[in-house]
């Protein structure tokens, strides 16, 4: 069984900056294909952004700019930073992940959800003016 943890949710103001983090664990010796994904009530859960096996990020179609997202040597860690916070931003952010199954397989950098099977409990961003 996989374990996703995030942090760095918390209060931010609109303009401001936030760092999530996301650490896969519990299959040793497993890569991982990790991805965000963000819900507000009322909407549905939207994929906000991933890094494919070839190192290439990919974004909601309306936030590159705003948005970076890396993945650590290792390949169990995945970090979304967002600048210039707006209303949109204030979600509860997921992470998601699934474990690459062997040298033929490779992470799309997919925001789609039913490309990964593990999902962590999620961590809030709030407005904090």
């Known amino acids: 069984q996989v374990q996703l943890a995030e942090s760095g949710g918390g209060s931010v103001q609109p303009g401001g900056s936030l760092k999530l983090s996301c650490v896969a664990s519990?299959?040793?010796?497993?890569?991982?294909?990790m991805a965000w994904f963000r819900h507000v009530p009322g909407k549905e859960r939207e994929g906000v952004a991933s890094?494919?096996?070839?190192?290439?990020?990919n974004f909601r179609h309306d936030e590159w700019g705003r948005f970076a997202v890396s993945q650590d040597g290792g390949k169990n860690t995945l970090t979304l930073q967002i600048l210039n916070v707006t209303p949109k931003d204030w979600a509860m952010y997921y992470c998601?992940?699934?474990?690459?199954?062997?040298?033929?397989?490779?992470?799309?950098?997919?925001?789609?959800?039913?490309?990964?099977?593990?999902w962590g409990p999620g961590t809030q961003v709030t407005n904090s003016s």
């Open positions: 890094i494919g096996s070839d190192g290439r990020s």
């Open positions: 519990g299959h040793s010796n497993s890569r991982y294909c």
């Open positions: 998601a992940a699934r474990i690459l199954a062997g040298d033929g397989d490779y992470c799309s950098g997919s925001l789609m959800p039913y490309d990964y099977g593990f």
